[in-house]
């Protein structure tokens, strides 16, 4: 009988373990960082708390990676070579939480929705394993397409500016303001024959703002785009694989020659600090939030049932129904520890399971490694506070790529599909992309509906796909087919 070792479960040399581990902590960097950056900024916290997002973030990146890829007890880890990072599909809903609820009291009610989503998709884990049917290329493909052209918003604003507050396009002008408060201040004198100003009056934003747009800051957010088309057009290889994070770098290092960013911020932070739970609070648990956020929770670990089915493939070890649910289930416990320790939804990332397929290297050992690093990352509050330090334009130029990329991977998705010999997909793609734009073009078409209803309903990547699902059921049935939804997990390579 053989006693050969599984290349998957070898134990590099220790060297070669770091350097290998490191690389696929570069290739997932620049995405794991965005979302607490999204976030944080929509919640309207201070620097000082984005920057512990950030490091929250990395700390649980590498905690729920080194679960997934060494394992922990017969229940969670799929011991594969999987890094984890905070799914982009979470980042719609979640974005919506904040724009109603701002400051640490919807910081509070997203980790609580998180956290029941946990908790629920820890307990869901084996019946999503046999859910794969419902999710075939054409339902899956356009469900990433919407998450990636919801995502090109926050892109767009990181360069030009956000269409509400102080880089909005249009801003009152200041002789009108002067105005208005003059007439409220003699109409509230002892004696005045002014009426009362009504409540609630405004003026209206008329006069351009000289802080949207700035051409400086696009050309920053332009430098930074050329930089990574031209690395990922004429460099090879790990280089070419971190083409996203050389451009925000070069972007930064730009952005500080013009004095647009100072590092005031890295010198206070300091080397070291402890990720603690419940930073802003006891959570806060609402029904529709959490639904809202379990029903995400579906999507993602469909994703990675496909993800973990080609990983196995790859790597040349059957994944069999019980080490789908340990994968799928610590999707789950990511989750909750990351709604625990203030961060957000986890999931496996796919870029970094290309990466196991270009270099060819099957140790599951690896991404232990690169779990080992983000942890020890996560808790050097400087290096969070360097990434909050960069100006949102160098975010936006690398945000247009990383965030295209996800809507390029639904597409490649959907090349696989058969549109010839069935004219229903296409109906299915072109149905679900609607509804899914519908809370991007008209955000407030939902006024007039129960109040309740708005976060299930303000998230077009939700609407498209409930919308994908059910017209896949109704048009093609739920045939078991576990070859396409491999093929289709083949083709992602980005979140």
Known sequence: MSTAIHPVDEVLPSGKLAALGLQHVLVMYAGAVAVPLIIGRALKLSPEQV????????????????????GMTQWFGIRLPVMMGVTFAAVAPM????????????????????????????????????????????????????????????????????????????????????????AAAAASAPGSMLPPVPKDLALLPKMPNPKYAELTGVGIAALVLASILLISKFARGFIANISVLLGIIIGGVVATGMGLMNFDKVAKASWFGIVTPFSFGLPTFDPVLILTMTLVMIVVMIESTGMFLALGEMTDRKVDQPAL????????????????????????????????????????????????ILVALGVVPKMAALVESLPTVVLGGAGLVMFGMVAATGIRILAGVDFKNNRFNSLIVAISIGIGMIPLIAPNFKQWMPHNLHPLIESGILLSSLAAVLLNLYFNGAAADDSAAIEAAKQSDSH
């Open 95 to 182: 974005v919506s939480m904040a724009n109603s609820n701002p400051g640490e009291a919807g910081a509070q009610m997203i980790f609580g929705a998180i956290i029941g989503a946990g908790i629920i998709s820890i307990v869901i884990a084996p019946i999503v394993s046999r859910l794969l049917r419902f999710f075939p290329p054409v339902v899956t493909g356009t469900i990433i397409a919407v998450i990636g052209i919801s995502l090109m918003r926050i892109g767009i604003n990181w360069i030009f500016g956000n269409p509400v507050g102080p880089t909005a396009p249009s801003v009152v002008s200041p002789e009108h303001k002067q105005w208005l408060e003059a």
């Open 51 to 70: 920057a512990m997002l950030i490091s929250a973030d990395l700390f649980v990146c590498g905690l729920v990676t080194l679960i997934q890829s060494w």
């Open 325 to 372: 649910a340990r994968g799928l289930r610590t999707d789950g416990l990511g989750t909750l520890i990351g709604g625990i320790f203030n961060t957000f939804p986890y999931t496996s990332f796919s870029q970094n399971v290309g990466l196991v397929a270009v270099t060819g290297v099957r140790s599951r050992f690896v991404c232990v490694a690169g779990g080992l």
